[in-house]
């Protein structure tokens, strides 16, 4: 399993996070730098609550049977980019 240290884009703080909550497309890997979805669960609405951030730094070994991977173009989510 993979932790990132994330920051949040906009924001000035920074979290870290397990490899089951990043949303990436097909065609991309998760490495340093990257900027990726973050799945933070469901919302009030029952909706999937998605937020941009930065991979500042990855811990680990990558299992990418655990990733979530995404072929939609957009999300529903309770933040505007």
Not at 3 to 24: G, P, R, T
Not at 62 to 74: A, E, G, P, Y
């Amino acid at each position: 399993m993979v932790f990132a240290v994330v920051q949040w884009l906009e924001e000035n703080s920074v979290s870290v996070i397990n490899e089951k909550q990043v949303i990436l497309g097909e065609d991309l890997e998760l490495k340093e730098g990257l900027t990726v979805d973050v799945s933070a669960g469901k919302n009030s609405k029952g909706r999937l609550a998605v937020y941009k951030a930065t991979v500042l730094k990855l811990f680990g070994e990558l299992n990418f049977s655990s990733l979530i991977l995404c072929k939609v173009n957009h999300l529903h989510s309770d933040k505007s980019f």
